[in-house]
């Protein structure tokens, strides 16, 4: 495999090319040089244990420098249409296709197709630069346990990776996020204290308001998307089957139930919904990972559940509600704010509705504003969780057919939906002029879609083929 660039924004109008590889990478080199050394001792050095016999590792060539950091440099339009307009042209794409590729700064240097275009999970673009705009970066979300009364509330905080039980498989010091079977023993310990040896349970999911399924997402996506709540565990999968659960608050609540019956409460009855009220004594919480790291996870792996509750915590951030409603008008505040070109239509934060339209340029504008903001702006984390082409994220199995010069130059946010694909991110190009770029193409005929996505990789992989930058 060729030597993984790592690009991450720095100073403004500037990008840097890492050679700290990503923590898998990492993980595959330590592999390598296990082979050929001393066993590791499994209980004390468990991340060095050598893979199983017949497991076959690519070669991994160490980056070339450390740290190159590169300036903005004009990029030459001509250029660049000689690199892509040809593959963008092919019909496998259809007849609605959108491209725009620009600088870290400047104008953009080459454009083409219809204003607005389906952009499908490139929309957690939008979700997460304006969550990282708005909320503290180091922000983190409790889900609560309070006694009201002599009822005991389950209060929901909107963390949207609330896991059921810690993950057995962590690695021993790995951070993990919040889950209800610690809370369950957190509050039964706490309860003991206090003498109180049975409950009856409520659940308070009051934090979020408006439909909790999207009203422009068909009802078929009912069999893969939970409706979204305060108050969701496993992103509200069915612990009985495929699909996704009709009330995650209530199935929430259940888990709970059931793990303090293990930790030895009673709980009288079933779980009911409740208000808790302000005066509500806390007995103990749990919290989510910081709201920093959970865009990077929904960027990294399109995580729509998270895009969807933290398009919530934007709205209740710039001042409304934590609806979607509010969310997305929040979205159009701070893109407002920072001079990026709004979006023409938007519906969700996650990209699975269809009614949203989203110009190219909107999306060059985003990363634009990202290259260009101060060191120490928080929208400077949105790049991290940019996929590698063909290593990591929603990236990881793609690029297989593309010029190798892709690889580990682009990073980009994938959009999939059947007869939509978009790939929009970083390119740094064979001379060393990086770029930011949109494609879009919303109209794919018949069953070419896994075609027209690899064409996608191409031209994005023509870009960094290429030598793109303008002389003067």
């Known amino acids: 495999m060729a030597a993984l660039a790592v690009v991450a924004l720095v100073a403004a ?42 497991l076959v590792l690519p070669d991994v060539e160490p980056p070339a420098a450390p740290a190159v950091a590169l300036g903005a440099r004009p990029v030459s339009a001509t250029a660049v249409r000689r690199a892509v307009s040809g593959l963008l042209g092919q019909p496998v794409l259809g007849r609605r ?52 009364g002599t009822d005991l509330v389950l209060v929901g905080g909107g963390d949207p990776l609330l896991e059921r039980a810690p993950d057995p498989d962590a690695a021993p010091g790995e951070q993990q996020g919040a889950d209800l079977t610690t809370l369950a023993r957190r509050t039964a310990e706490a309860l003991a204290d ?42 509200g999968s069915d612990p009985d089957g495929f699909g ?3 009330d995650p608050s209530r199935a929430a609540a259940e888990v709970y139930a059931a793990a303090l019956r293990r930790a030895g409460v009673q709980v009288l009855g079933v779980p009911s919904p409740a208000a808790a009220s302000a005066g509500a004594d806390l007995v103990a919480e749990v919290e989510s990972a910081p709201i920093g790291s959970l865009v990077e996870q929904l960027v990294r792996v399109s995580d729509n559940e998270t895009a969807e509750t933290v398009l919530r915590h934007v709205g209740l951030a710039t001042g409304g509600a934590g609806s979607t409603q509010d969310g997305i008008a929040g979205v159009r505040e701070v893109l407002e704010e920072r001079g990026v070109p709004a979006p023409q239509r938007l519906r969700d934060g996650s990209g699975l509705s269809r009614e949203n339209l989203v110009d190219p340029d909107t999306l060059v504008g985003l990363l634009q504003a990202v290259a260009e903001s101060a060191s120490d702006d928080p929208v400077r984390g949105l790049l991290p969780g940019l996929p590698v082409a063909g290593f990591s994220g929603s990236l990881a199995f793609r690029f297989d057919d593309a010029p190798p010069a892709a690889v580990g130059r682009v990073r980009a946010k994938t959009g999939t939906l059947a007869g939509v694909r978009s ?50």
């Open 97 to 148: 296709v959108g491209v725009a590729v620009a600088g870290l700064t400047g104008a953009t240097a080459y454009d083409g197709g219809p204003a607005g275009l389906v952009p499908a999970s490139t929309t957690k673009l939008l979700t997460a630069f304006a969550a990282l705009d708005t909320i503290d970066p180091r922000t983190t979300f409790a889900t609560r346990a309070v006694l009201d």
């Open 194 to 235: 206090r003498g109180v040896r049975r409950v009856r349970l409520g659940y308070d999911d009051g934090l979020f308001s408006g439909p909790a399924f999207n009203r422009s997402w068909p009802a078929t996506y009912r069999d893969f998307q939970a409706p979204i709540t305060a108050l969701m565990v496993d992103d």
């Open 13 to 54: 109008g500037g990008v840097v090319l890492s050679g700290e590889a990503e923590p898998t990478l990492d993980r595959v080199r330590a592999w390598g040089e296990d082979l050929f050394g001393e066993d590791p001792d499994p209980r004390t050095d468990p991340a060095e244990v050598a893979p199983p016999d017949g």
């Open 423 to 472: 790939l929009s991110g970083v390119v740094v190009a064979r001379d060393g002029t990086p770029m930011v770029f949109a494609l879009m193409a919303d109209r794919i005929p018949g069953d070419r879609d896994e075609e027209a996505e690899a064409l996608l990789d191409r031209a994005a992989a023509a870009l960094a083929a290429c030598r793109c930058g303008r002389a003067g």
């Open 244 to 246: 996704r659960v009709a």
